[in-house]
Each structure stands twice: as C-alpha cells, then as structure tokens.
C-alpha cells in the first residue's frame, strides 16, 4: 500500500545509574519494530535524566534538538521508547507537529496489521481502542481517518472528541461482545481436544517459536526475520513414536507488552494456559537471551500459565561461536533453569539436536498420555 517507508526517529530517557548496554540494547529492540512496522530509523535521540519530565518527557533543549532535526529531515514519526502519558503525547504532538508514537501504539499497529482471524482481530481492535480511549487528540482523528475508521473530518474541537470519544466507548461494548461470542466457540473446541496431551510453544518474539513447529510438525508455518511475525494461534496434531498430540505456536512475547494487549489475548493464549507441556523457546544467540527469559516468565504468570512442566529449548546454536577445542561456548553450560524442569541446545533451522529435543519431549508426553489413558498400552498390545 505505502510507496515508500516511512521515517522515524527514536527517542529515549536513560535513567541515572542504568547501563548503556541496556539503553542501547532497549533502543536496537525499538528500531527492530519500527523496522517491522516499515519505518526507517533516521536517528536516535537519548537523554540522561533522573525522571521522564512530566510535560514532554525530554527536557526542553533536548527538544528544540529534536525539533530541528525533524523539520530539516523531514520525518514522518517520533518514536518514544516508553509510554506517553495523555497529555505528555499531546504536548509532544504539538511542539513537533509530527505523528508521535510510544512503544505500545507500535506494537498494537504492528498486531494490527498481523492479526489474520476474526479473534485476533477483534482482540487487537479492542486494545487499541482502550489505549486510544484517554488518549483522544488530533493524532487519534488522524490516524483513524488513515485507516477509514470512525474519527472525526475536519479539526477535532472538544465537540469532536466527545463524539469521537462516545463512538469508541460503543466500538468497546461491540468488540467486547464479540469477543465472548467467540471465545464461546473456542471453548467447545478445545473441550472437544482434552482427551489428547497438548504441548505450547511460548518464548520471546523472533526466537524461532514457528520455525520448530514447521519442524516438529513439518508443516508450512510461516517464519520471518520479523518481530511479530505469529500473531494468530495455530494448532497442529503431531504424531511422536506411537503417540499423537497437539501443538501450538503462538504470539510471541515482548518487554512492555502494552497491557490491554495481554488482556484482549487472553483468550488466544487459552492455548498455552491450558497447555499440559511448555517449550520455552529461547535465542541463545541473542545478547539479552536472560532478560528475555524473564519477560516471558513474567509474562507466563500474568496470564496464568505457571506450574506446568518446562523444556527450554536454547535454540539457534548454530550461531554461537566455539569454542578453540571445538566444545560448545560455555554460555551453553552457564544456563540456569528451575528444579523439575529440562534444557536442550538445537538449532532449528539447521536441524541441529531436534533428535535430543524429540526424545525429551516424548517422554513429557508419554507420561502425561498415560495418566489420560492408563490402558492405551495396554489397548494397543491386545489390538494389535
Ligand atoms: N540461525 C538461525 N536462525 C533461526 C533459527 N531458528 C529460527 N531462525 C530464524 O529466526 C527468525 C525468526 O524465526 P521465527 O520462527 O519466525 O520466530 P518466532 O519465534 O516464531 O517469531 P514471532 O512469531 O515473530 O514471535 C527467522 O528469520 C528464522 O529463520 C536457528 O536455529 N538458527
Ligand atoms: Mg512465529
């Protein structure tokens, strides 16, 4: 649709006393989703503050700076590394009078344009709205006229907000009762499935989650070196030895994933609540593979998905450097994990150990096959 990409710029409070790594490492995330939603990092604007200020969260020279590169470079987009607050977004659009984005409004257009069903859909339209809701500015009319949405012509006056504001106020009752409708229908279905062991694959965003499941269940899933690329849930009935189960790649993780989003997913991640085994999928080539581990532990209790079995699966190996005597790099050996749960290394585009990892998993599964059927093997030595 777009001819060309858009421009962006990034900005970013570096509180006192936090590392430069981690700014750094935070910013190279930021600029990875806007990448992802086709914008293109011109510059990166970081300050040091002891606080985020409360009118235009940079200081005021740190603004007239930005201001200037924006107007003599023509950018389409500011980019703010954490949430704006209201009146902090509508400060901020006027000084700069350009497009102002957070990190949440990022990642709920990237969802957007991702989601395929009707459920995933209608989960990100009703997040979006509820973060829009207190944020109802000339940016918001903007963007919705962009999209064809419900927002007002014409300059928004106060008027025009609290029409814009009564329509999404509707949009919300609607969505939201679409979405129980839904659910309702999901709910039977996966009733119907709870004779069979089901096994999720969960893990921060781009780890290779959709990757090991076109593996495991050698099927088309579609993987991208994209942040996001899996925003709907998918299910597969996989077969291992003699045993047959059900497994399912979903949404992948992030830091600050915006709130209303985990709350409106709630139901596409019944999936991996109600899972009976996890695979925690991690990139172990990635510098801040531990803090990505613990998003998403963090993540898994917020939607109640704890006390299940675990099997990390340390993936992309293939990209760690060995060591002189040809051992693998000690990172490998200096992962910690909880008591009860397991660990393997593969690599899942080169197909590196997924003979490790199937073994693990079968015994998993079997155990847990044979506490829903205590005589399937049994069953199956009379039948045959
Ligand atoms: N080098 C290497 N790259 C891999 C490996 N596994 C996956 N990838 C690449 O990593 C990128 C992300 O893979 P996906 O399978 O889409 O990751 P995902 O976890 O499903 O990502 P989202 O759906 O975006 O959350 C793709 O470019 C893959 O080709 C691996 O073992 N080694
Ligand atoms: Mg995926």
């Given at each position: 649709m777009k001819e060309k990409s858009n421009?962006?710029?990034?900005?970013?409070?570096?509180?006192?006393?936090?590392?430069?790594?981690?700014?750094?490492?935070?910013?190279?995330?930021?600029a990875f989703l806007a990448l992802t939603a086709d914008i293109t990092t011109e510059k990166v604007f970081i300050q040091k503050l002891e606080q985020p200020d409360?009118?235009?969260?940079?200081?005021?020279?740190?603004?007239?700076?930005?201001?200037?590169?924006?107007?003599?470079?023509?950018?389409?987009?500011?980019?703010?590394?954490?949430?704006?607050?209201?009146?902090?977004?509508?400060?901020?659009?006027?000084?700069?009078?350009?497009?102002?984005?957070?990190?949440?409004?990022?990642?709920?257009?990237?969802?957007?344009?991702?989601?395929?069903?009707?459920?995933?859909?209608?989960?990100?339209?009703?997040?979006?709205?509820?973060?829009?809701?207190?944020?109802?500015?000339?940016?918001?009319?903007?963007?919705?006229?962009?999209?064809?949405?419900?927002?007002?012509?014409?300059?928004?006056?106060?008027?025009?907000?609290?029409?814009?504001?009564?329509?999404?106020?509707?949009?919300?009752?609607?969505?939201?009762?679409?979405?129980?409708?839904?659910?309702?229908?999901?709910?039977?279905?996966?009733?119907?499935?709870?004779?069979?062991?089901?096994?999720a694959l969960v893990g921060y965003t781009n780890v290779g989650k959709s990757t090991l499941m076109r593996v495991l269940s050698k099927s088309d899933v579609k993987a991208e070196d994209k942040l996001f690329a899996t925003v709907d849930a998918t299910v597969r009935k996989v077969m291992l030895n003699h045993i047959p189960f059900l497994l399912s790649d979903t949404v992948g993780f992030i830091r600050k994933l915006p709130h209303h989003l985990i709350e409106s997913f709630k139901s596409t991640l019944a999936e991996v609540r109600e899972a009976d085994i996890l695979l925690h999928v991690v990139d172990i080539s990635h510098p801040a593979y531990e803090d990505h581990i613990r998003v998403v532990k963090e993540t898994l209790r917020d939607i109640d998905a704890t006390d299940k079995p675990i099997i990390y699966v340390f993936n992309k190996i293939d990209l760690l450097e060995p060591e002189e005597d040809g051992e693998p790099v000690e990172k490998m050996h200096s992962v910690h994990i909880e008591q009860g749960d397991e660990k393997v290394f593969i690599s899942a585009e080169k197909g590196i150990n997924i003979g490790g990892l199937k073994e693990m998993l079968f015994k998993k599964i079997k155990k847990r096959h044979n506490q829903i059927y205590p005589n399937y093997l049994k069953d199956e030595y009379y039948s045959g």
């Open positions: 421009k962006g710029v990034l900005v970013a409070v570096a509180k006192k006393g936090e590392n430069d790594n981690v700014v750094e490492e935070h910013l190279d995330e930021l409360t009118r235009t969260f940079i200081g005021k020279g740190k603004l007239e700076d930005v201001k200037a590169y924006v107007v003599a470079r023509e950018i389409d987009m500011v980019i703010f590394d954490d949430d704006l607050s209201p009146s902090q977004l509508r400060n901020l659009e006027r000084e700069l009078k350009c497009q102002i984005y957070d990190r949440s409004l990022l990642i709920l257009d990237i969802f957007l344009n991702r989601a395929q069903t009707a459920q995933a859909k209608t989960q990100v339209e009703l997040a979006r709205y509820q973060y829009l809701m207190p944020r109802l500015t000339r940016m918001w009319t903007h963007l919705e006229r962009q999209r064809g949405g419900t927002g007002t012509r014409g300059g928004a006056g106060e008027k025009e907000i609290e029409t814009d504001r009564r329509n999404i106020r509707n949009q919300i009752s609607v969505l939201k009762k679409k979405l129980e409708k839904i659910e309702k229908q999901n709910a039977v279905q996966r009733k119907s499935r709870s004779n069979i062991v089901r096994v």
